[in-house]
């Protein structure tokens, strides 16, 4: 039994892109199919998900993306699922994308083809031109910061709660990025990202009195 947990660990360090500690050996399934380099797609995001506190995107239906007919859009559904939930571009800042994406390809090149263990993985990577697409439309589309200078009413309940709550997993929006229609259906998706990663949900009066802090300050029309 220890040492089946053992290889399971083993193999999320593999897919997390750490190669090399798979040096113990037994009698798992997830084993067996590694070692014969069968492993698909659904199987590996099943591994990989919730595994040691690991933070994974928790998913957006492609519909959902910002101009989801573009090249761009669609080069994220392709290459970017492959391993885990579609991660909206909302979910980070231009600047904190870059990092990411550099990690991201990084661990595409080294799951693709043959590793150094002699494992097959059918991870594709994209092309320098469809990663440069990719960088563009995740930069266009980012988490737009807030320009705190301009609302003086961050001081207030509404506004203290609306800092507290929606920086926690990135950077604190700004109100402009969505009209008064638009932030109620944002907000729901909001509550449903904090259960699915693991962050307590504020009281239903607390949602309320954010909305009506966004709202107040939304784009017009
Ligand atoms: C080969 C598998 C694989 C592919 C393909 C992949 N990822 Fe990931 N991704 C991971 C793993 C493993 C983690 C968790 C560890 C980590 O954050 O580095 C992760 C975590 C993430 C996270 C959450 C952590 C964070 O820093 O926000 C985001 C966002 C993300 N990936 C975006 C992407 C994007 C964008 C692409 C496509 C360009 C992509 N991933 C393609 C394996 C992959
Ligand atoms: C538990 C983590 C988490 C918290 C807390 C959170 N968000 Fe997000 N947010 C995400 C993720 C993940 C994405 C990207 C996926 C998506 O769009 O659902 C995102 C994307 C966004 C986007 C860009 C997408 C769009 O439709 O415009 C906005 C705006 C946003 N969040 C606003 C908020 C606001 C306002 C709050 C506070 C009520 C908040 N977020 C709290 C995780 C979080």
Redo the contacts with the bound molecule.
């Keep these: 039994m220890k040492s089946c947990r053992n290889l399971n660990i083993g193999v999320v360090l593999l897919l997390a892109g750490v190669v090399g500690l798979m040096t113990t050996s037994g009698s798992c399934n997830s084993m067996g199919n590694m070692m014969g380099g069968m492993m698909d797609r659904d199987s590996m995001k099943g591994m990989m998900k919730n595994r040691m506190g690991v933070q994974l ?2 998913g ?1 239906e492609p519909e ?1 993306l910002p101009e989801p007919q573009s090249s761009g859009a669609k080069l994220l559904v392709q290459y970017c699922t492959q391993c885990h939930n579609l ?5 980070h800042s231009a600047q904190a994308w870059q990092s990411v994406v550099e990690r991201m390809n990084q661990r595409m090149q080294m799951m693709s083809g043959r590793n150094m263990m002699g494992m097959m993985h059918n991870i594709e990577v994209p092309a320098n031109k469809e990663l440069e697409t990719l960088n563009a439309y995740l930069q266009k589309h980012a ?1 737009k910061p807030i320009d705190k200078s301009q609302y003086e009413d961050l001081n207030s309940l509404a506004g203290r709660s ?1 800092e507290a ?2 920086s ?3 950077v604190l ?1 700004d109100p402009k ?2 009209t008064v229609n638009e932030w109620p259906a ?2 729901q ?2 509550v449903k ?2 259960n699915l ?1 693991g ?1 307590s949900v504020p009281d239903e009066e607390v ?1 309320e009195m ?1 909305l009506g802090f ?1 709202q107040t300050h939304a784009r017009s029309g």
């Design positions: 995107p928790p957006i959902e991660p909206g571009p909302g979910m988490q609306f709550v929606c926690q997993c990135h929006p990025q969505h944002v907000v998706r909001m990202n904090m990663m962050k949602v954010i966004l």
